[in-house]
C-alpha cells in the first residue's frame, strides 16, 4: 500500500511517513530508476544494480530530512528477535574532510558478525563472516526510540558460506516455490493471463497481556522469563466471560492509540483493537498484506507494543502462557493465495472453471496438511507455545481441517464426482420490525480448530503470540507447493487439448476426487478439544505431537530434508542447523526458567514462608504455655511444613537434573520436557501452597490477584 485516500479525516495524512514508499520514493528518483525499483518490487524481477546508488542517496536524504543521523541494516536472524547495528552517514571526502553519504553497495550489503548469532554450528566462534542482504520488496522504514531516529533498512542474513541464517529467506524462497506451481495450476485453468505471480496474503491477530511496570520489577520469573513461573489461582478467573470483547479501560485504550498511530505512521494497517477473554488481555488485528511485508510488520509491531508500553507504566507481555490456569496467548495466522493482479485464490467463485480452480486450490491444502502435518505442528512448537497446545483453550497438538458445513458438501458431492456450487446465504429475521435482516453465511466458525477455513482464506491458529510468522509461513506454503506441483503434474497428464469443456471438467473432478479421498482424514468439523476426537485421531493415525520433544525432530527426518531441497526452500546444512538452533533455544529457555524458579524457591518463597514458620510456632508454644489447646493452628503449621519440605526437595532436584543434562542437543529437549519441567512442576505446585498460606504481607511478589484485578 502506498497511498492514502480519504483516511485523513481519520489519523491525519501522515500515513506512511516513516516509511520510505509512495511520495517519498516518487518525488526523488528519476523515472527510469523508479520503473526499474517498481518491476523489482511487484514482479519479483532481478534488482538492477545500476541504480542502488540512485536510490541509496535518496534514500539518505529522505531520512536526513526526518531527523535520521544512523542508518542500519535490519534483520531477521534465528533468535526469535530482530537485530540492528548501526552506522552513522559519516565518511571521509578524501581530503580531509567528513561528508555524509549512502552508497549502493552500503544499501545492498552489509557485514555483521555471523558467529555471534545461533547459526546452529554451521559457522564456528572464529567463522565470522556474514552478509546481510537488501530487500527491496519490503520497504525502509524509520524506527524511533528514545526520541532518536534510525533510518532501517529490511535485510535477508547469509553465511559467509551461502547458508541462510534468518527467517526471511526461506519464506522468501517458499514465496517462490508456492508461486511457480500456483502459476501451473492457472495456466491449465487459462487464468493466468496477464498474472506474473502468485503470493500469499498474511494477517496476524496478535494477543498480548499488559500489566503495570511496578509488578513487572517485583517479579523475577516476568523480568527473566516473560512469563510468571509460580502464582497461586486468583478466586476469579474469565469463568464469567466479562472481561471478552468488554469496555476497554481507559490507560490501555490511551496506549492502543499510541501504538495505532505510530503504526499508522509506519504504513502498517492497525485495523482491531480489543479486549481478549483473559482479564488483562488485549488484541491487535492488522489489515493484511504479501506475506513477506506483513511478516516484516509483524515484527516491528511486536516492538512498538513492547517500547510504547514502558511509555504507558505497563510491559506489554506477548508470552504465550504468561499466567497459568487462565487463557494463553497466540497469533492467528490468516494466510491465502492471491494473483498480483488481486484474485484471491481461495475465494470461492460461483461458477464453472472459477469454482473448480478454488477446489484445486483447497484439496491442495488438505493433501499437504495431512502429508506434512508433522511439520507444521513443528514450526509452532516453541518452550512457550507447549503451554499452550493442547490445553483447553487453544487448538490441540494435533493438526485437523475445520471445513464449515458448506465446503464439507461441496467436497462430499465431489468425492462422488459432482460439483456442487456454494449454497448462497440465507438471511436471518431478528423477529422485531425495526432491526434490519441480517445475511447469513452458508457455514458456522469453529473456534477450536488448529486450522480453519473461514470464507476466503484458512486461518491458522496454533502459531504461538510470540512467533516469528515468517517460519510457520514459510512451512505452509512449502507443504502446500509440493502438493500444488503434485495435483499439477496430475492434470497436466490427463487435460489435454482438444478436450470439450465438459471432459475437462469431468478429467479434473477425477484427480481431485482421488486427492481428497486419500487425505481427508485430516478433515474434522467437530469440538477439536473433546477426548473423543483424540480417539478419533488417534485411529485415524493422525500425529499428536505434545511438546518440542515430540515435534522439533520432525524437522530431522528424510522427508522433511526431501521436501525443503526439492523446493529450493532450505538445503540440508540449514535445515539441520535450524533444527539444531530450535532445540538449544528450548534448552537455553527452560534453563533459563529452571534458575529463576530456584533463585525465587529460595530467596523469595522459603524466606516468607519460614518467617511464617517460625511465627506460627511460637504463637503454638505460647498459646500451650498459657495452658489453651492450639488446635487447628498446628495443622497450619504442619501444612506450611509439609510445603517447605516439598518445595527443598524440589529445588534439590532441580539442581542436580540441570548438571545432569545430556550432551546431544535432542536428548536434552527430550531430558528437560521428560524430567526438568515435572520437577519444575512440583516445585511451583509447593510455592502456590505457601502463598496460600502466609499472609500477605509478608509474601515478597505481586500475586495474579494484585497483577490481574
Ligand atoms: P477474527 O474474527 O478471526 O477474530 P479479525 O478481524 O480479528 O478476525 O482478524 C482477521 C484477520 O484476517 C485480519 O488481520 C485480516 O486482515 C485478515 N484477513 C482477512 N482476509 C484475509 C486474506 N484474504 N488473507 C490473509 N488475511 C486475511
Ligand atoms: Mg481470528
Redesign the pocket.
Known amino acids: 500500500m502506498d497511498h492514502v485516500r480519504n483516511v485523513e479525516r481519520l489519523f491525519g495524512d501522515d500515513y506512511g511517513i516513516l516509511t520510505f514508499t509512495g511520495e517519498n520514493v516518487r518525488r526523488r528518483l528519476s523515472p527510469d530508476s523508479l520503473r526499474s525499483l517498481d518491476q523489482t518490487i511487484r514482479y519479483n524481477e532481478p534488482l538492477d544494480e545500476a541504480i542502488a546508488d540512485e536510490v541509496a542517496a535518496a534514500m539518505k536524504d529522505w531520512a536526513v530530512e526526518n531527523g535520521c543521523t544512523h542508518y542500519c541494516h535490519w534483520f531477521q536472524p534465528l533468535t526469535g528477535a530482530t537485530a540492528e547495528k548501526h552506522d552513522s552517514f559519516l565518511n571521509m571526502d578524501g581530503e580531509g574532510g567528513v561528508i555524509a553519504e549512502f552508497s549502493g553497495e552500503m544499501l545492498i550489503r552489509s557485514e555483521p558478525d555471523a558467529s555471534s548469532f545461533p547459526t546452529g554450528s554451521i559457522r564456528d566462534t572464529w567463522e565470522a563472516r556474514g552478509y546481510t542482504a537488501w530487500d527491496p520488496t519490503s520497504p525502509a522504514f524509520i524506527s524511533i526510540n528514545g526520541g532518536e531516529r534510525t533510518l532501517c533498512i529490511p535485510t535477508a542474513f547469509v553465511s559467509w558460506t551461502g547458508e541462510s541464517l534468518d527467517q526471511k529467506t526461506p519464506l522468501l524462497r517458499s514465496i517462490d516455490a508456492l508461486s511457480n506451481q500456483a502459476m501451473r495450476i492457472l495456466r491449465i485453468f487459462g487464468t493466468d493471463k496477464g498474472v506474473h505471480r502468485v503470493q500469499t496474503?498474511?494477517?496476524?491477530?496478535q494477543e498480548y497481556f499488559l500489566v503495570s511496570e511496578e509488578d513487572y520489577h517485583l517479579r523475577p520469573d516476568l523480568r527473566f522469563c516473560g512469563r510468571t513461573l509460580i502464582g497461586a489461582d486468583a478466586p476469579k478467573g474469565h469463568q464469567l466471560d466479562d472481561h471478552y470483547f468488554g469496555s476497554i479501560p481507559g490507560p490501555v485504550q490511551a496506549y492502543m492509540a499510541d501504538v495505532e498511530e505510530r503504526l499508522y505512521y509506519l504504513g502498517i494497517p492497525a485495523?482491531?483493537r480489543?479486549n481478549e477473554v483473559a482479564p488483562h488481555q488485549f488484541?491487535l488485528?492488522?489489515?493484511?498484506e504479501g506475506t513477506n511485508l506483513a511478516c516484516d510488520h509483524q515484527m516491528q509491531t511486536m516492538s512498538v507494543l513492547r517500547k510504547l508500553a514502558q511509555q504507558h507504566g505497563m510491559v506489554c507481555l506477548l508470552h504465550e502462557k504468561p499466567f497459568a490456569g487462565i487463557n494463553g496467548s497466540g497469533k492467528?495466522n490468516?494466510?491465502?493465495l492471491?494473483t498480483d493482479t488481486g484474485h484471491?485464490l481461495?475465494?470461492p467463485s460461483s461458477t464453472g472453471h472459477g469454482h473448480l480452480q478454488f477446489l484445486v486450490f483447497v484439496c491442495a491444502v488438505v493433501r499437504g496438511l495431512d502429508r506434512h502435518a508433522d511439520l507444521l505442528r513443528a514450526s509452532v512448537a516453541s518452550a512457550g507455545n507447549d503451554h499452550r497446545l493442547g490445553a483447553n483453550e487453544a487448538p490441540p497438538a494435533i493438526l485437523s481441517i475445520y471445513m464449515g458445513a458448506e465446503l464439507e458438501r461441496v467436497l462430499e458431492r465431489l468425492e462422488a464426482g459432482v460439483v456442487s456450487e456454494f449454497e448462497h446465504s440465507t438471511t436471518l429475521d431478528l423477529g422485531t420490525t425495526a432491526m434490519p435482516t441480517l445475511e447469513r453465511h452458508p457455514g458456522d466458525?469453529n473456534r477450536t480448530s488448529p486450522f480453519a477455513f473461514?470464507g476466503?482464506?484458512f486461518?491458522f491458529r496454533a502459531v504461538g503470540s510470540t512467533a516469528v510468522p515468517a517460519w510457520p509461513n514459510a512451512v505452509l506454503n512449502t507443504i502446500v507447493a509440493e502438493s500444488l506441483d503434485y495435483i499439477a503434474d496430475r492434470l497436466e497428464a490427463s487435460v489435454q487439448d482438444g478436450m470439450s469443456t465438459e471432459e475437462r471438467s469431468k478429467a479434473i473432478v477425477e484427480e481431485l476426487r482421488k486427492v481428497y479421498t486419500e487425505h481427508k482424514r485430516v478433515v474434522f468439523n467437530g469440538d477439536n478439544y473433546s477426548q473423543e476426537w483424540h480417539d478419533e485421531a488417534e485411529r485415524r493415525g493422525l500425529p499428536n505431537l505434545h511438546g518440542c520433544a515430540d515435534a522439533l525432530p520432525m524437522f530431522g527426518t528424510e522427508k522433511a530434508r526431501k521436501l525443503f531441497s526439492d523446493y529450493s526452500v532450505m538445503g540440508e546444512a540449514e535445515l539441520e542447523a535450524r533444527l539444531m538452533v530450535l532445540y538449544d533455544t528450548y534448552t537455553q529457555m527452560l534453563e533459563i526458567e529452571a534458575r529463576t524458579l530456584l533463585r525465587m524457591g529460595r530467596t523469595l518463597v522459603l524466606p516468607a514462608a519460614i518467617r511464617h514458620q517460625s511465627e506460627v510456632a511460637e504463637a503454638i508454644a505460647a498459646t500451650d504455655a498459657a495452658g489453651v489447646d492450639p488446635g487447628a493452628v498446628r495443622g497450619r503449621l504442619s501444612d506450611l511444613m509439609t510445603s517447605i519440605t516439598q518445595l527443598e526437595c524440589a529445588c534439590v532436584d532441580i539442581e542436580s537434573t540441570l548438571e545432569s543434562l545430556p550432551e546431544d542437543s535432542e536428548k536434552q529437549v527430550r531430558h528437560v520436557q521428560d524430567v526438568l519441567i515435572p520437577t519444575m512442576s512440583r516445585a511451583r505446585a509447593a510455592c502456590d501452597a505457601i502463598e496460600g498460606i502466609v499472609p500477605d504481607d509478608l509474601w515478597p511478589m505481586p500475586t495474579y490477584m494484585d497483577m490481574l484485578f
Open positions: 496474503t498474511l494477517g496476524c491477530e485495523k482491531t480489543h488484541e488485528a492488522p489489515l493484511f492467528h490468516n494466510w491465502s492471491v484471491n481461495l475465494n466458525r473461514i476466503n482464506r486461518e
